[in-house]
């Protein structure tokens, strides 16, 4: 039979325990590994996020250019074609598409910086 001391250091040997007896320098360590692993994690999913965003538009932007007939047997355009909204909404669009890329391209760079590629 085991002695009431024998049994006390079984029980200090579990997971709560080994965690208060970690030093300073590890749970320093641990703390850095779970904030660095979650803003990876975040960060990577904006870039993605950033990408999709893109390609999103570009297709928008190319529908824009689907200037085909409103009915399969017509061969005229549609007469409702509005020129100036056209111009506007392309230019817009466009805008929009440029400035995603410019933060695509900056959310990428800093990912590699922070993170060590990506």
């Known amino acids: 039979m085991e ?3 024998a049994e006390a250091k079984k029980v200090l040997k ?3 325990v080994e965690s208060l007896k970690r030093n300073n320098r590890k749970i320093r360590e641990d703390r850095a590994t779970a904030i660095s692993e979650d ?13 999709i965003a893109i390609k999103r538009m570009k297709r928008t932007q190319e529908n824009m ?6 009915d399969a047997h017509s061969l ?3 007469k409702d074609f509005d020129c100036d909204k056209f111009v506007e909404e392309d230019i817009a669009l466009g805008i929009k598409i440029r400035e995603t890329e410019i933060k695509l391209d900056i959310a990428r760079k800093q990912f590699t910086y922070l993170f060590g590629g990506y």
Not at 39 to 51: A, F, G, N, Q
């Open 3 to 5: 002695t009431k001391e």
């Open 14 to 16: 579990g997971a709560f």
């Open 39 to 51: 803003t990876s994690l975040v960060y990577k999913r904006r870039v993605e996020d950033l990408e």
């Open 65 to 70: 250019y689907d200037l085909s007939p409103a």
């Open 76 to 78: 005229t355009p549609a």
